[in-house]
C-alpha cells in the first residue's frame, strides 16, 4: 500500500470566504500579525500501488476531489523505501 | 512577510465521514484501488515574521484553527531565503 497526499487549494483570485472569516477571527483574538489566510483541503489516499498511479490519482482529482473551475490540486506519492 | 503551513487532521481513532464518503464515492466510479480517505484542513497564513512566531502560531492553532479533543496539528514556516 501507498499513500498519496493530495492538496487543494482555490485558484488565485477566487473569493475565500473561510480564510478571511479565520483572519478576521485571529484578528478578533489578537493575532494582528495575520495579514492572509487561505484554506484549502488535504486527502490522503491509502491505495495500492501501480504503473499507472499518477494518472488515475489525476484522474479522481479531476473527477471528484477538485472543482476544476475555481480550485487546483497538488500531490505526491510517499511510497515505502524498500530496505 | 513569511508563510505558514498548517496542517490540521483528525486524531487516530476519531470518526471520519468525509474520508469514508469521498472513498465510497471514489470506489463507485470504479477506482478500487483506494483502500482509505483521510481528510483534513490544510491553512496558510501570510504573517509577519518574528522571534516569538512557532510559539504564536502554537497559541493560534490551540485556540482557533484546530480542536484540540479531536484533531492533531502540524506546521512549518516558510521563509524566503535571504539572498
Known amino acids: 500500500m501507498i499513500n498519496v497526499h493530495v492538496y487543494i487549494t482555490l485558484k488565485e483570485g477566487v473569493l475565500d470566504p473561510q480564510g478571511q472569516a479565520v483572519q478576521r ?12 489566510v487561505s484554506v484549502g483541503k488535504w486527502l490522503k489516499l491509502e491505495m495500492s500501488d501501480g504503473a499507472d498511479v499518477e494518472s488515475r490519482v489525476e484522474q479522481m482529482c479531476e473527477q471528484l476531489l477538485a472543482n476544476p473551475v475555481i480550485e487546483n490540486y497538488t500531490y505526491y506519492v510517499e511510497r515505502e523505501e524498500k530496505v
Chains 1, 2 share one sequence.
Request: proline letters at 0%; zero cysteines; hydrophobic letters at 35%.
Open 25 to 36: 477571527s485571529l484578528t478578533a483574538l489578537g493575532y494582528d500579525e495575520v495579514d492572509t
